[in-house]
């Protein structure tokens, strides 16, 4: 719930670039539509600029302007006359025109928002990644706001996860204060499923359903000096943990502890992106 309202708070700011990423196939276009659906789109003017050849999801309240790339066309080629018309918002989800970049970033001096996407393995490598698009370098790193980073992690089976008690070196490990948990769950190993009978919900996978894990990175002063000076994943994500935000990590280590999914299960994950 505090994630949710601090995103709703990033998505509700008058000006700045808001990076949504994910890696490949972990549900970047969903993210991406259920924040800007979550967001006020009736006192504000969102427009989406989108490729007639890759048309995206309709969404309520967001009228769309579209270039034809067949045709030769890119997003800067309606750029301008669409900036004319004055929105609060622009969702261009490809950054990779420069010509473009360049006459948002402006927009965003403006005083007006931009929505956007990138793939990467972290938030930290989300801001790396929309350098490598040759977005103007010092206007980004000034006006850079936060990214929203996703990964998709398997439930386990609600039916037939199996609880179990942890050691006190490994909750350690995990970062999980003693006394603070006092089960983990994990899919039941296959000698305790029985001949023939396995789980009805989950035939017997042990996970049912998805879940996103999600890291919220905050653009800081002195994540704005790295972009700048030496822009570097690691330095980024040092200056993440001294500023206190958690990382995708912990994040996924909450929904351990809640019995949402599995340490394995998690490990899988992060082991994906690394």
Same mark, same amino acid.
């Given at each position: 719930?505090?994630?949710?309202?601090?995103?709703?708070?990033?998505?509700?700011?008058?000006?700045?670039?808001?990076?949504?990423?994910?890696?490949?196939?972990?549900?970047?276009?969903?993210?991406?539509?259920?924040?800007?659906?979550? /967001?006020?789109?009736?006192?504000?003017?969102?427009?989406?600029?989108?490729?007639? =050849?890759?048309?995206?999801?309709? &969404? =309520?309240?967001?009228?769309?302007?579209?270039?034809?790339?067949?045709?030769?066309?890119?997003?800067?080629?309606?750029?301008?006359?669409?900036?004319?018309?004055?929105?609060?918002? *622009?969702?261009?989800?490809?950054?990779?025109?420069?010509?473009?970049?360049?006459? &948002?970033?402006?927009?965003?001096?403006?005083?007006?928002?931009?929505?956007?996407?990138?793939?990467?393995?972290?938030?930290?490598?989300?801001?790396?990644?929309?350098?490598?698009?040759?977005?103007?370098?010092?206007?980004?790193?000034?006006?850079?706001?936060?990214?929203? *980073?996703?990964?998709?992690?398997?439930?386990?089976?609600?039916?037939?996860?199996? $609880?179990?008690?942890?050691?006190?070196?490994?909750?350690?490990?995990?970062?999980?204060?003693?006394?603070?948990?006092?089960?983990? *769950?994990?899919?039941?190993?296959?000698?305790?499923?029985?001949?023939?009978?396995?789980?009805?919900?989950?035939?017997?996978?042990?996970?049912?359903?998805?879940? $996103?894990?999600?890291?919220?990175?905050?653009?800081?002063?002195?994540?704005?000096?790295?972009?700048?000076?030496?822009?570097?994943?690691?330095?980024?994500?040092?200056?993440?943990?001294?500023?206190?935000?958690?990382?995708? =990590?912990?994040?996924?280590?909450?929904?351990?502890?809640?019995?949402? /999914?599995?340490?394995?299960?998690? =490990?899988?994950?992060?082991?994906?992106?690394?």
């Amino acid at each position: 719930d505090g994630l949710q309202k601090s995103w709703a708070e990033i998505m509700a700011l008058d000006k700045g670039l808001v990076i949504l990423s994910s890696m490949p196939g972990d549900g970047m276009t969903t993210l991406t539509n259920v924040s800007i659906s979550e /967001t006020d789109r009736l006192m504000r003017d969102f427009v989406a600029i989108e490729d007639v =050849q890759h048309r995206e999801q309709e &969404l =309520q309240n967001v009228s769309v302007t579209t270039y034809d790339s067949a045709a030769g066309q890119t997003a800067a080629t309606v750029l301008p006359e669409l900036i004319r018309t004055y929105p609060n918002v *622009y969702v261009l989800r490809d950054f990779s025109n420069p010509e473009a970049a360049k006459l &948002l970033m402006d927009e965003i001096v403006d005083e007006h928002m931009v929505i956007t996407n990138v793939h990467a393995r972290s938030a930290a490598e989300s801001l790396i990644r929309m350098l490598q698009q040759k977005v103007p370098h010092k206007q980004f790193a000034q006006l850079v706001s936060a990214v929203m *980073y996703q990964r998709l992690i398997r439930k386990l089976c609600e039916t037939c996860k199996v $609880g179990y008690t942890p050691t006190p070196e490994a909750l350690k490990k995990l970062g999980i204060p003693p006394g603070k948990v006092s089960q983990l *769950y994990r899919p039941p190993k296959p000698e305790e499923i029985e001949s023939g009978k396995p789980c009805p919900n989950c035939q017997g996978l042990g996970y049912k359903g998805r879940s $996103g894990v999600f890291e919220m990175l905050v653009v800081t002063d002195d994540m704005r000096e790295v972009l700048l000076k030496q822009p570097k994943v690691e330095l980024i994500k040092k200056a993440a943990r001294a500023s206190g935000q958690r990382s995708l =990590q912990e994040e996924g280590i909450l929904l351990v502890a809640k019995g949402v /999914t599995s340490l394995p299960e998690l =490990q899988r994950v992060l082991k994906a992106g690394a």
